[in-house]
């Protein structure tokens, strides 16, 4: 069983950075696909970035594009998600998934890390 568990959440200020890390146990990650959702209260989960088994391929939701990048360390069994230029919108819990595949409209979630509260104050 892949256990994934994610860290570097926080407060920060408006225009700040975050780097976020999911690291997994149990099995190695570099045979799927990978991908960071978030969760706004009172909102639906969101897709926000999605990495190929390679990290040659990422998909962003275009309400980060150009701010943050998802990347993998295979070697270390890790996955990134940069945060630059932080806004107040970008406040929610951040879940690192394991996915079926890196591309399509609805990605099948195989398994989810527990989440990591990333706050951004004006």
């Known amino acids: 069983q892949v256990q994934l568990v994610e860290s570097g959440g926080g407060l920060v200020q408006a225009g700040g950075s975050l780097r976020l890390s999911c690291a997994a146990s149990g099995r190695t990650l570099s045979s799927y696909a990978m991908g960071w959702f978030r969760q706004a209260p009172g909102k639906e989960r969101e897709r926000v970035a999605t990495v190929s088994t390679s990290g040659s391929s990422t998909y962003y939701a275009d309400s980060v594009k150009g701010r943050f990048t998802i990347s993998r360390d295979n070697a270390k069994n890790t996955v990134y998600l940069q945060m630059n230029s932080l806004k107040p919108e970008d406040t929610a819990v951040y879940y690192c998934?394991?996915?079926?595949?890196?591309?399509?409209?609805?990605?099948?979630?195989?398994?989810w890390g527990q989440g990591t509260q990333v706050t951004v104050s004006s």
């Open positions: 998934a394991r996915l079926m595949s890196w591309s399509g409209t609805t990605p099948l979630v195989l398994s």
